[in-house]
């Protein structure tokens, strides 16, 4: 859990603009952001629209030192996704949408969120395990993916029926030691050992980790890149059903949940990810973003 637990302070986004599209000057383009009222650890969705005729090129988003991409998804109609996390400060933010010749200069806020605190107590032999070099090294390039295919289509599906047993968020102490700038990047489903882990949406198998690879933290994890930066790893399999390469469908097993890596007990680890972030999945999966 720890490297995909790792830190990643990205001054990012929300916004309190209504939904629909701005009307600016003939010309300019159109930017609407959802959801209306994001907190932290949402996802941004940022959509763009220039106008017919228009010559520019593809729109980017500027946040301080930061670049993302957008991605067309209709005739002149592009979106970029934004993440934010609970280790950033609530409050105004300011980014530029860029395309071509023609800036937007946008006003966004984020609200403020409440997480919960937990006291983790790893058994002897766990507490002092440390990622790998090589461990580290595949899970940061897994991250980095910026596929322009979306491969995923409406809401995610649930990963496991197991009982949610910690929620996106929580800050820890590890055996009586807080845990600083970590929060738990993911949901932990509390399912049996050999219980089916699914696909929650369709993307290309990207990671296939293994204990007897060297991921002593992660365990044995299987990473799916749903497209257009959004990532999935799955985190502490007994098992694994796919391999690197794999085309995945929503609901299609791809491994089961297990006790490997740095755990105190059997359960899956779904962490979601967003241009390397990790944020809530909740809304991916009760809301979606088409």
């Known amino acids: 859990m720890i490297s995909f637990l790792s830190l990643g302070l990205v001054g990012i986004v929300a916004i309190a603009l209504?939904?629909?599209?701005?009307?600016?000057?003939?010309?300019?383009?159109?930017?609407?952001?959802?959801?209306?009222?994001?907190?932290?650890?949402?996802?941004?969705?940022?959509?763009?629209e220039q106008q017919p005729g228009t010559t520019g090129s593809t729109p980017t988003i500027k946040l301080q030192d930061k670049t993302y991409p957008a991605f067309e998804i209709a005739p002149n109609r592009f979106r970029a996704m934004l993440p934010t996390t609970p280790l950033e400060q609530p409050g105004v933010r300011r980014f530029q949408v860029i395309a071509g010749d023609q800036v937007r200069n946008m006003a966004v806020k984020v609200g403020n969120r409440s997480f919960p605190i937990q006291r983790i107590n790893l058994p002897p032999g766990k507490s002092g395990i440390s990622a790998t070099q090589y461990e580290l090294d595949r899970v940061a390039a897994f991250k980095k993916l910026v596929t322009p295919q979306k491969y995923w289509n409406g809401a995610f599906a649930r990963p496991n029926k197991g009982r949610i047993s910690a929620i996106y968020g929580v800050r820890r102490y590890y055996n009586g030691k807080f845990a600083k700038d970590y929060y738990h990047r993911g949901v932990d489903y509390a399912g049996g050992v050999g219980s089916p882990v699914v696909a929650p949406a369709s993307?290309?198998?990207?990671?296939?980790?293994?204990?007897?690879?060297?991921?002593?933290?992660?365990?044995?994890?299987?990473?799916?890149?749903?497209?257009?930066?959004?990532?999935?790893?799955?985190?502490?399999?007994?098992?694994?059903?796919?391999?690197?390469?794999?085309?995945?469908?929503?609901?299609?097993?791809?491994?089961?949940?297990?006790?490997?890596?740095?755990?105190?007990?059997?359960?899956?680890?779904?962490?979601?990810?967003?241009?390397?972030?990790?944020?809530?999945?909740?809304?991916?999966?009760?809301?979606?973003f088409n």
């Not at 159109?30 to 763009?48: C, E, F, H, M, Y």
């Not at 290309?204 to 992660?218: D, K, N, P, Y």
């Not at 694994?240 to 299609?252: R, S």
Request: aromatic share 6%; no cysteine; net charge neutral.
């Open 18 to 48: 209504p939904i629909t599209f701005s009307t600016p000057a003939v010309g300019a383009l159109q930017v609407r952001v959802s959801p209306t009222n994001p907190k932290l650890g949402d996802t941004i969705a940022v959509a763009i």
């Open 203 to 288: 993307g290309r198998v990207a990671l296939v980790g293994t204990v007897s690879q060297g991921f002593r933290i992660h365990g044995n994890i299987v990473g799916i890149d749903h497209g257009q930066g959004v990532t999935s790893a799955f985190l502490h399999l007994s098992r694994i059903d796919v391999k690197e390469g794999d085309m995945v469908k929503p609901g299609q097993v791809i491994g089961a949940v297990g006790a490997t890596g740095a755990v105190t007990g059997p359960h899956l680890h779904w962490g979601l990810y967003v241009h390397g972030e990790a944020v809530d999945p909740v809304p991916w999966r009760e809301q979606g």
